[in-house]
């Protein structure tokens, strides 16, 4: 069997010599025998023909022999590809048109697999583990539904001593700190640390020195590959080296390999450190020792099963010690509700609670979209493929009299499409790499590692083949289904009336499908454009720096439930220190710290006195409350022109729940007209959350600083009045005079000696951040309008090809009419408004999927203004009514250009 | 000169055991099957090569090229150890039909 695969594979490698051996074999065979003729007495051209005759056919007996070694079949493989090559060069407009269509389309589908196989089918970047490494992670009730809940070190416990369950178990927990070493600019990394079996679980190994083993106590950590190219520019003495975390000496024992990020996603820039888990309380002693910071994966024993753990795990938690949230002054928000666990598989971004029921069901929302993706595709290059074939329909009728089998002819033509396909495949890859450029840039970086390797590659070529017989074989088979007179006979009409059908079915689908599409790509357009207007640049951006500060304790996600009271005030009262020491500083005009929250909603408030006035809607207005402190309205450049600022003793209102706030000078005018805006009130009345808000000053204009957009409606308000979302970092906002550029190591240096434990998250001009922030709107509005263009173009595309086909199928019916005497105008109109009724179709049927799909949009993501929907509703329909009547119009118009004589002549 | 219709199935057989015997070249196949069997059998070249690329196809014959007598370069078919294999079973297969074949046309008058 091998020896015979390996001589197949020899005589197709060495065709061509095979085909020479046999032709001078030949010759010599006919060379003899006319010699041995010539012997007999025969005249050396008589011998000649005589020998042929013997011989019998050579071209004839070289085809034999082709097929006695099974190379036949390839040799008119190679010549349909060349024949191909030679078509699709006679017409390069409809080929490129074929290849980029398709392209895109399969590129969509492979970019979707790229996500899709990055999220479900990989472990977190870096890592190797087998399906026995688990994930076990903690949940509890919030809102109504589960959300992420690390562990405490108790809890740890609990979960290791299931040795039924599980073999090994690592815990680890994370927290962002400034590190500093001699030659080197202090920086800021995420330390985890980790329990003993942590790499090992992962299979990790250090690239140089070694990693985190189970015997470390010792403060020594394992460097990211990132922070040791980044902060030590690779430096090869590395392994030995102390940095300061915290000012604590940390010895560097090892590099991690690139790729590696950790066991979850901790730090987004990649500047990571790995330390031993009993080195913590060295680096952070004011963190309690059962405070529920930790996270786990685990190995599970040989013979048991994820379920089995699973349920195991779940008795474990319910009894759990589960910690009382600690006297915490966010309220009973942070207390643990009804905690579970699951066991779960190790992948890249699994953390949340039912994390894989909402990637299955994202895998088959993925899957739908792409089979939908492919079929419209599909159907556009198949009207233009038809198209094609429909001008061939002579050649494949004279070669199907020749003789020439059907399924050779349909090879032939799946051979064609086939080809395209394959290039589209390569066309494909290309997009789907830039694709991934486009949204990296635009997003900065996921929570796993986008994958593209060679499982994408061997998708995106199994699409295209799909593809490949879904658009050629349908219209090889109509092409090649006629009789042969009636095509000679070029009596077109008769060659797809089915085909018709369907086509005009798919554009109508289509139309309907993209049109949603493109509302909501267009409404986020319009929000993203608005957002773009609605963030100029502060005016003195570039004197005002943003300094970010770490909170110890704090869990992203999770909230700062580590804290207590105590913990807090400390850090608070040292906060205030350092803030008024950077106030000392040459250089600094102003600084203040502002709780990094989010702008707090204030909804349906109205005047306490008089109503409201009639333009405002539901009687009510809707502000947005921006935290503030003592000297925070100037420092953004925002002087308070009528009353006060808000003030320290303003936190006293908050209890009372008659909030103090400042207001803009637009508001004010049209709330209370000319008359004195100082001490109005607005009131919420509703029985569950009833507050006052009393104006006790008046700001000048609207400036933007980050995360605070121009609004009419913002108020500033003291800064604790957001309940429910604890900080997890710090905001300390400097004005400066100087270039801020050259204040900003002199800025680590004073947080380095006044807080020592808390980390730089960020320290950049806001001109910096408002400028990256700008660019990300931007890339979103290039992206959206991007994609909002190719989609209409591939609806554009659809109707044209089947218009087109259409007229190339009535050619003579137009000659006709045209020759008793139609106009051409008639004719085109004819044409235009058939395009005009699919489209029409399409819209309706599409109109209410957009609305409710407007719906959908509109409740996750607020930004989209509802203001402007119907407007957004009238220019797409307009918008793919306008696509529709030009893409029916153009090759309506051709037909018109049909010339009876010439037609007629034809018949 | 016509041959008997058996030889379709026999060709292979023939060209396995003349090849047995010494390498040779397609030409004087044709000729040693002529004289070998008294001019009763004429296979022509549009059986005979197609017969060989497909023995050498299944790996029974190895083609080589080789100077011959007259001191041209000709292709050389020689048995293969498959090949030799081959020729014993179809031999045997061979000699049990052509007995059965005797028998029964010796029973019956």
Redesign the interface.
């Known amino acids: 069997m091998i ?2 695969a390996l ?2 594979i020899r ?1 197709v490698l060495f065709r061509r010599r095979l085909e020479d ?2 032709r001078s ?2 010759a ?2 006919l060379e ?2 006319t010699a041995r003729l010539e012997a007999r007495g025969l005249a050396r051209e008589d011998a000649r023909r005589e020998a042929l005759h ?4 050579v071209s ?2 070289q085809e ?2 082709r ?4 190379t036949h079949g390839l040799d008119s493989f190679v010549s349909d590809l060349r024949f191909a090559v030679r078509h699709f060069a006679r017409n390069p407009l409809s080929t490129l048109t074929i290849v980029v269509v398709l392209s895109i389309g399969i590129a969509i589908n492979v970019v979707m697999f790229t996500v899709v196989h990055s999220v479900t089918g990989q472990p977190p970047s870096g890592v190797t583990v087998s399906d026995d490494v688990v994930r076990i992670r903690g949940s509890q009730l919030r809102d109504g539904s589960r959300a992420e809940r690390p562990f405490s070190l108790g809890e740890v416990e609990d979960y290791a001593s299931l040795g039924t369950q599980f073999a090994a178990l690592a815990a680890w927990t994370s927290q962002p700190v400034t590190a500093s070493a001699p030659g080197v600019r202090d920086f800021t990394v995420t330390a985890t640390f980790v329990s003993g079996d942590y790499f090992n679980l992962l299979g990790v190994q250090a690239v140089r020195g070694r990693t985190i083993a189970p015997g470390d106590a010792a403060p020594v950590a394992l460097l990211s590959h990132a922070a040791w190219e980044r902060s030590f520019s690779l430096d090869p003495d590395i392994i030995g080296r102390t940095i300061l975390l915290a000012d604590v000496p940390v010895t560097i024992v090892g590099i991690a390999p690139v790729r590696f990020r950790g066991a979850a996603w901790e730090a987004r820039d990649d500047m990571q450190l790995w330390l031993p888990l009993p080195s913590r309380t060295q680096l952070f002693p004011d963190i309690p020792r059962d405070a529920p910071l930790f996270f786990a994966i685990a190995r599970l024993q040989p013979g048991t099963t994820r379920a089995a753990a699973d349920a195991a795990a779940k008795v474990v938690a319910k009894r759990s010690r589960a910690p009382k949230a600690p006297d915490s002054e966010e309220g009973d928000a942070l207390l643990t509700r009804d905690p579970s666990v699951e066991v779960a598989p190790l992948l890249a971004d699994n953390l949340e609670p039912g994390a894989e029921v909402q990637l299955r069901d994202a895998t088959v929302a993925f899957a739908i979209l792409g089979m939908l993706t492919l079929l419209v595709t599909c159907a556009n290059v198949g009207s233009l493929q038809t198209g094609l074939a429909l001008a061939r329909r002579r050649e494949l009728a004279i070669r199907l009299s020749l003789g020439a089998h059907r399924y050779r002819v349909v090879r032939q033509l799946v051979t064609e499409s086939l080809f395209l396909a394959l290039i589209a495949a390569g066309g494909a890859v290309l997009v789907t790499l830039l694709l991934i450029r486009a949204l990296l840039m635009i997003v900065g970086a996921f929570s796993f590692e986008l994958v593209f390797d060679e499982t994408a590659v061997a998708f995106s070529f199994v699409m295209a083949l799909l593809a490949g017989l879904l658009f050629g074989l349908s219209p090889a088979l109509h092409a090649t289904r006629l009789g042969v007179a009636p095509a000679l006979r070029d009596a077109a009409g008769a060659v797809a009336s089915g085909r018709t059908r369907l086509q005009r079915g798919l554009v109508v689908a289509q139309i309907a499908l993209t049109q949603p599409l493109a509302v909501c790509l267009a409404a986020l357009v319009v929000a993203a454009i608005a957002q773009y207007r609605d963030n100029p640049r502060n005016p003195n951006g570039e004197h005002i720096i943003h300094l970010r500060l770490s909170s110890a304790g704090a869990v992203a996600g999770g909230g700062a439930m580590a804290r207590d009271r105590a913990a807090l005030e400390k850090e608070g009262r040292e906060r205030e220190q350092l803030v008024d020491a950077l106030r000392e500083l040459p250089g600094v005009t102003h600084a203040t710290l502002i709780p990094d929250r989010a702008p707090i909603r204030l909804e349906a408030f109205s005047r306490a006195s008089g109503g409201m006035p009639g333009d405002e809607q539901g009687g009510a207005v809707y502000l947005v409350g921006r935290a503030s402190k003592p000297g925070y309205l100037d420092l953004i450049g925002t002087p308070v022109v009528l009353g006060r600022e808000i003030e320290l003793a303003d936190s006293a209102g908050v209890r009372a729940r008659t909030i103090p706030v400042v207001v803009g000078e637009d508001m004010a005018r049209r709330l209370w007209g000319s008359a004195n805006p100082i001490g109005q009130r607005l009131q919420r009345s509703s029985d569950s959350d009833a507050m006052t808000l009393e104006v006790v000053g008046v700001y000048k204009s609207q400036v933007t600083a980050l995360g605070h957009a121009r609004n009419p409606f913002a108020v500033y308000v003291p800064p604790d009045l957001s309940l429910d979302s604890p900080a997890t970092s710090q905001l300390i906002l400097l004005r400066v005079s100087a270039p801020a550029e050259s204040m900003t190591q002199t800025i680590r240096e004073v947080v380095r000696a006044e807080a020592p434990r808390a980390a730089v998250m960020e320290l950049r001009t806001l001109a910096s951040l408002q400028d990256q922030e700008r660019f990300i709107l931007w890339g979103g509005i290039a992206l959206f309008s991007g994609v909002g263009v190719v989609v209409l173009l591939l609806c554009a595309l659809g109707l044209y090809a089947v218009i087109a086909f259409a007229v190339g199928q009535r050619t003579s019916e137009i000659a006709v009419r045209m020759a008793i005497g139609a106009r051409a105008r008639q004719i085109v109109r004819g044409f235009a408004v058939e395009g005009l009724r699919l489209s029409a179709i399409g819209v309706a049927v599409g109109l209410p999927i957009s609305i409710l799909g407007l719906r959908q949009l509109l409740s996750i993501s607020p930004e989209v203004p509802d203001v402007s929907l119907p407007i957004v509703i009238a220019v797409v329909v307009i918008g793919v009514g306008g696509v529709a009547a030009l893409a029916s119009w153009i090759p309506a118009r051709r037909a018109a250009a049909v010339d009876p004589a010439v037609i007629l002549r034809r018949e | 000169m016509t041959n008997p219709n058996f030889l379709t199935g026999t060709l292979e057989l023939i060209v396995l055991q003349l090849l047995r015997a010494e390498p040779t070249n397609g030409y004087d196949l044709t000729l040693r099957i002529q004289a070998l069997s008294r001019d009763v059998l004429n296979v022509n070249a549009g059986s005979l090569y197609p017969a060989l690329y497909r023995l050498e196809q299944r790996g029974l014959l190895k083609a080589s090229w080789a100077e011959s007598e007259n001191g041209r370069r000709t292709k050389v078919y020689a048995l293969t150890a498959a090949g030799r294999k081959q020729l014993a079973e179809q031999r045997a297969s061979y000699e049990r039909f052509s007995n059965a074949l005797a028998t029964i046309l010796d029973a019956t008058p």
Not at chain 1, 54 to 57: A, Q, T
Not at chain 1, 67 to 70: E, K, L
Request: glycine letters at 12%; hydrophobic letters at 35%.
């Open positions: 020896t015979r001589l197949w005589s051996e046999m074999e030949m010599q065979h003899r025998a013997e011989f019998g056919r004839y007996l034999e022999g097929i006695a070694r099974g």
